[in-house]
C-alpha cells in the first residue's frame, strides 16, 4: 500500500512537471489517465456490481411474465425467454437466482370467484348451484373485499410467500392421523435392467451417488433448474437432508439440522437401527468401505436378533428377553402411530435416557432401509411395502426413507411436509444416471481401518414394549389392508401419439381419467391435479381444478354413440383447452384454492362469524379424484393415498411411447376399487385412441408423422 501511494504521488509529482514544461502533451496524457481510470473502475463495477444489476433486472422480468405469456405474438416470447435465460447467466449457482424470484401474488378477488362457481358447477345440482352462487354474490360485496385487504395487509408483512407457514401448519403439521399412508407417498426403481442385483452393491452405489448429489448441492454446482429461461425456486432442496418432522400433541415441528452439519445417516436392518458415519478423517467412505459396513450391519442384525440383549427397564414385564429385544429394536414402528400418541411416546422415551439415541436418528441425513423382502414378487405389493409396510424399519419422520430389496431394487418413502415430489425425483434421476454411467469418483485411495457402525441400543419399558406391539400388530395390518393398489403399465401408447393428435398430453390423459370414472360411478366429481408456483419464491404448489364444465359436456358426448366422432374431438380439444388455461393460471398463481384458504384463516383469526361461502356445501366438497403427474422418466413411478374416503389417489407417468398409472383406493369402502378403475380407464384410454384415429383430420396428421410442442 505504501509503494502505491509513493507511486501515485511520483505519478502525479512527474506529470506536474510534463504539464508544465509541454502543456499539450501533458494534457493529453492526462485524459489518458483519466481514461484508463474510468475503464477500471467501470471493470471494477462489472465485477462486484453487475451480479446484483443482473439479478434486479432478472427479478423485474420474471415479476412482468405475464405480459408475456398473455401476448399473441410468439416473437415476444421467445425474446422475453432469450433475456431471461440471458440474465440468468449460464452456469448459475444452485440458490444465485433465488433474489431475482418474485413473491408469490394475491389474486383477484372477482377473478377468485368467478372460477369457484365456474370449478363446481358441472358438480352441483341447479338448487345447489343458485344456493352456492348466492353464497359467493353476498361473499363477494359483503366480507370478501374486507377479508380482501386484510389478506395483502399481512402479505406485506411477510418478507418471503404470504402461504408459506400456514400451507406448512395447517395442511401438514396440524395432521393428527398417522402421516404414513395419509401424508407420505411412496417413489419406486428405474425401468431398465438392474447393473447389480446384489441388496448390498446397490446399496452401496446408490447411496454414493445420493452423496454425489449433495456434494453438488454443498457446493453449489448442482444449477437450479429453468423453463424456457424462467428459474425455479430452489429452496426446497436446502430441506433434502438432516431434516425431521417431530410429533405434537396438537402441531407437529418441522426441525432441520442442516447448521449442525451431521455426517452421518442411520441404516435399519431387522428393525435395528445402525449409525454409519461417512466422512471418517474428513474423507467420505469409499464404495469398498461402504460394502464393509453394509456388510457388518446384515450380519449384526441378523445374530442380534436372535441373541437376548434387551436393555427394557421394566421390573414387570412377563415378555421373554427375546421378545423384549425385538420390542427394542422396533422402535421407528411408533413413528407411524397417530401423531399424538406418538408425541407422548416419544415423551417418554425421552424420560426413560433415550434423547442420545433419538438425536443420532432424527439429526441423521437420512434412513436407509435393508429389507428381506423380494421386489419381484409383485411390483404391487412392493409399491406397498415402500408405502405402508414392515413398519419397524422405518423411521416416517425423516424427509425420506431409501428402501433396498433384497434382490437389489430400491425405492423410497417420502415424508411430505417439507417438499414436493420433484426434488426427491430430480435425486432419483441423477441415481439412475451415475448408476447408468458409472461416473464414480476415484476409489483407488487404500482401503482404512475405520470403525464399525454403532448400533443404537434403546431403553424401553412395559409401556413402550405395548406401544411397539400394537404397532407392529394391529397397526401395520389395518394400514396394509386398508389401502387397495393397481398398477397399469399401458403400453398401447403414450405423449408422442398425444401430440401427433394436436393436443396437451396432461390434459389427454386428465380427460381419460374424468371418462373412466363417469364411466364407472355416473357422475362428475370434483378433482385435484397438482401444479407447481416454483416461479415464486418459496413457491410449493396449487389445485388444477380437471372437472369443468367442458369436460363435462365431452363425457357426455362419449355416452352417446349416435354423436358424431368430428364433435366428440372438438369437445374434447375443448375440454383440454380449458384445462391447460387453468393450469397455466395456476403455475402463474392465479389458483383459487391456496387464496381462498387464505381467506378463510384471515376470516377465522378475525373473530367474526364465518362468511357463508365457506359453510357451503361446495366449498366443503371433497376432492373425490387426487391426481398428480410425475414429473420422470427413468422410474415406474410412485404414488400416494385418496384425499376422500371414497375416492381414488391416480399418479401417472406420461413417457414417449408408454403410460405408467398408480391407483389406490380404501378397500373398506364400497364403491371404490382400484382394480375396477385400472380397467376401466385402460378401456377409456383405447375408446379415446380409436376416436382419434378415426378422426379424418388427425388421421391426415398422423399419416404426417408431425410432431406438435406445447
Given at each position: 500500500m505504501k509503494k502505491l501511494i509513493l507511486l501515485s504521488i511520483t505519478s502525479l509529482i512527474g506529470l506536474s512537471a510534463i504539464i508544465y514544461q509541454f502543456p499539450l502533451i501533458g494534457y493529453?496524457?492526462?485524459?489518458?489517465?483519466?481514461?484508463?481510470?474510468?475503464?477500471?473502475?467501470?471493470?471494477?463495477?462489472?465485477?462486484?456490481?453487475?451480479?446484483?444489476?443482473?439479478?434486479?433486472?432478472?427479478?423485474?422480468?420474471?415479476?412482468?411474465?405475464?405480459?408475456?405469456?398473455?401476448?399473441?405474438?410468439?416473437?415476444?416470447?421467445?425474446?422475453?425467454?432469450?433475456?431471461?435465460?440471458?440474465?440468468?447467466?449460464?452456469?448459475?449457482?444452485?440458490?444465485?437466482?433465488?433474489?431475482?424470484?418474485?413473491?408469490?401474488?394475491?389474486?383477484?378477488?372477482?377473478?377468485?370467484?368467478?372460477?369457484?362457481?365456474?370449478?363446481?358447477?358441472?358438480?352441483?345440482?341447479?338448487?345447489?348451484?343458485?344456493?352456492?352462487?348466492?353464497?359467493?354474490?353476498?361473499?363477494?360485496?359483503?366480507?370478501?373485499?374486507?377479508?380482501?385487504?386484510?389478506?395483502?395487509?399481512?402479505?406485506?408483512?411477510?418478507?418471503?410467500?404470504?402461504?408459506?407457514?400456514?400451507?406448512e401448519r395447517f395442511v401438514y403439521l396440524k395432521w393428527r392421523n398417522p402421516t404414513v399412508g395419509y401424508i407420505s407417498w411412496y417413489g419406486t426403481d428405474r425401468i431398465e435392467p438392474l447393473l447389480r442385483t446384489n441388496q448390498i452393491d446397490r446399496a452401496v452405489n446408490v447411496l454414493r451417488a445420493v452423496l454425489m448429489f449433495k456434494q453438488l448441492m454443498d457446493t453449489q454446482e448442482l444449477e437450479p433448474i429453468r423453463a424456457f429461461g424462467i428459474p425455479f425456486c430452489m429452496w426446497q432442496y436446502s430441506r433434502l437432508f438432516a431434516i425431521n418432522r417431530e410429533p405434537g400433541l396438537e402441531e407437529d415441528k418441522l426441525r432441520v439440522y442442516t447448521n449442525e452439519n451431521p455426517t452421518?445417516?442411520?441404516?435399519?436392518?431387522?428393525?435395528?437401527?445402525?449409525?454409519?458415519?461417512?466422512?471418517?478423517?474428513?474423507?467420505?467412505?469409499?464404495?469398498?468401505?461402504?460394502?464393509?459396513?453394509?456388510?457388518?450391519?446384515?450380519?449384526?442384525?441378523?445374530?442380534?436378533?436372535?441373541?437376548?440383549?434387551?436393555?427394557?427397564?421394566?421390573?414387570?414385564?412377563?415378555?421373554?428377553?427375546?421378545?423384549?429385544?425385538?420390542?427394542?429394536?422396533?422402535?421407528?414402528?411408533?413413528?407411524?402411530?397417530?401423531?399424538?400418541?406418538?408425541?407422548?411416546?416419544?415423551?417418554?422415551?425421552?424420560?426413560?435416557?433415550?434423547?442420545?439415541?433419538?438425536?443420532?436418528?432424527?439429526?441423521?441425513?437420512?434412513?436407509?432401509?435393508?429389507?428381506?423382502?423380494?421386489?419381484?414378487?409383485?411390483?404391487?405389493?412392493?409399491?406397498?411395502?415402500?408405502?405402508?409396510?414392515?413398519?419397524?424399519n422405518r423411521w416416517f419422520d425423516k424427509s425420506f426413507n431409501l428402501v433396498i430389496f433384497s434382490n437389489g431394487r430400491f425405492g423410497c418413502n417420502v415424508e411430505h411436509t417439507w417438499a414436493d415430489a420433484p426434488v426427491m425425483v430430480h435425486l432419483f434421476d441423477y441415481v439412475f444416471k451415475i448408476e447408468s454411467s458409472a461416473e464414480w469418483p476415484d476409489d483407488s485411495s487404500p482401503i482404512r481401518t475405520l470403525p464399525l457402525p454403532k448400533q443404537l441400543i434403546w431403553k424401553t419399558d412395559q409401556k413402550i414394549n405395548d406401544a411397539v406391539t400394537n404397532a407392529l400388530t394391529i397397526h401395520q395390518k389395518q394400514l396394509t389392508q386398508s389401502i387397495e393398489l393397481k398398477i397399469i403399465n399401458f403400453n398401447s401408447f403414450g405423449k408422442g401419439f398425444i401430440k401427433q393428435c394436436k393436443m396437451s398430453p396432461d390434459g389427454f390423459v386428465q380427460m381419460a381419467i374424468q371418462l373412466a370414472y363417469y364411466n364407472k360411478h355416473k357422475k362428475t366429481v370434483l378433482t385435484y391435479e397438482s401444479s407447481h408456483t416454483r416461479y415464486f419464491l418459496h413457491g410449493r404448489t396449487e389445485t388444477v381444478r380437471s372437472a369443468s364444465v367442458q369436460s363435462r359436456d365431452w363425457v357426455l358426448a362419449m355416452q352417446d354413440r349416435m354423436r358424431p366422432n368430428k364433435e366428440k374431438i372438438s369437445l374434447l380439444k375443448a375440454a383440454i383447452q380449458a384445462h391447460n388455461n387453468y393450469m397455466r393460471e395456476s403455475m402463474s398463481g392465479n389458483g383459487i384454492d391456496r387464496h381462498l384458504l387464505g381467506l378463510k384463516i384471515i376470516a377465522l383469526a378475525s373473530g367474526q362469524q364465518m362468511p357463508d361461502i365457506f359453510q357451503d356445501k361446495a366449498y366443503n366438497?371433497?376432492?373425490?379424484?387426487?391426481?398428480?403427474?410425475?414429473?420422470?422418466?427413468?422410474?415406474?413411478?410412485?404414488?400416494?393415498?385418496?384425499?376422500?374416503?371414497?375416492?381414488?389417489?391416480?399418479?401417472?407417468?406420461?413417457?414417449?411411447?408408454?403410460?405408467?398409472?398408480?391407483?389406490?383406493?380404501?378397500?373398506?369402502?364400497?364403491?371404490?376399487?382400484?382394480?375396477?378403475?385400472?380397467?376401466?380407464?385402460?378401456?377409456a384410454l383405447l375408446q379415446m385412441q380409436s376416436m382419434c384415429v378415426a378422426s379424418t383430420a388427425i388421421r391426415r396428421t398422423l399419416s404426417k408423422g408431425e410432431l406438435t410442442t406445447e
Open positions: 493529453l496524457l492526462l485524459c489518458f489517465l483519466i481514461l484508463i481510470s474510468l475503464i477500471i473502475s467501470i471493470c471494477t463495477l462489472i465485477v462486484f456490481k453487475v451480479s446484483k444489476l443482473r439479478i434486479k433486472c432478472l427479478h423485474y422480468l420474471l415479476k412482468n411474465r405475464e405480459v408475456a405469456e398473455k401476448t399473441k405474438y410468439e416473437i415476444v416470447k421467445k425474446i422475453y425467454a432469450f433475456l431471461a435465460q440471458s440474465l440468468g447467466g449460464k452456469k448459475p449457482k444452485l440458490y444465485e437466482l433465488q433474489d431475482a424470484l418474485p413473491k408469490l401474488p394475491i389474486p383477484s378477488l372477482e377473478q377468485t370467484c368467478r372460477k369457484f362457481l365456474a370449478s363446481v358447477k358441472p358438480i352441483l345440482n341447479e338448487e345447489e348451484y343458485e344456493k352456492t352462487e348466492k353464497s359467493v354474490h353476498d361473499f363477494f360485496k359483503g366480507p370478501g373485499p374486507i377479508l380482501q385487504h386484510a389478506l395483502k395487509q399481512y402479505a406485506k408483512t411477510q418478507p418471503i410467500n404470504w402461504l408459506e407457514e400456514w400451507w452421518w445417516i442411520v441404516a435399519i436392518a431387522n428393525n435395528q437401527m445402525y449409525r454409519i458415519d461417512l466422512y471418517p478423517d474428513n474423507r467420505p467412505l469409499n464404495r469398498a468401505e461402504l460394502r464393509t459396513q453394509f456388510e457388518f450391519i446384515l450380519n449384526s442384525s441378523s445374530s442380534s436378533s436372535t441373541n437376548s440383549t434387551s436393555t427394557s427397564t421394566s421390573t414387570s414385564s412377563t415378555s421373554t428377553s427375546k421378545d423384549q429385544h425385538q420390542y427394542q429394536q422396533a422402535i421407528g414402528s411408533l413413528t407411524a402411530l397417530e401423531r399424538p400418541t406418538w408425541a407422548q411416546l416419544r415423551q417418554h422415551l425421552i424420560e426413560l435416557g433415550n434423547q442420545h439415541a433419538l438425536d443420532i436418528v432424527e439429526k441423521s441425513l437420512f434412513v436407509i432401509c435393508l429389507e428381506d423382502f423380494c421386489h419381484e414378487q409383485s411390483i404391487e405389493n412392493s409399491s406397498l411395502q415402500l408405502f405402508a409396510g414392515n413398519i419397524g366438497l371433497e376432492f373425490t379424484l387426487s391426481t398428480s403427474q410425475t414429473p420422470a422418466y427413468r422410474t415406474n413411478g410412485g404414488g400416494f393415498a385418496p384425499v376422500a374416503a371414497g375416492g381414488y389417489g391416480v399418479s401417472y407417468v406420461v413417457s414417449e411411447d408408454y403410460l405408467i398409472f398408480h391407483i389406490t383406493s380404501w378397500r373398506q369402502h364400497p364403491e371404490t376399487n382400484a382394480a375396477e378403475f385400472a380397467e376401466i380407464l385402460t378401456e
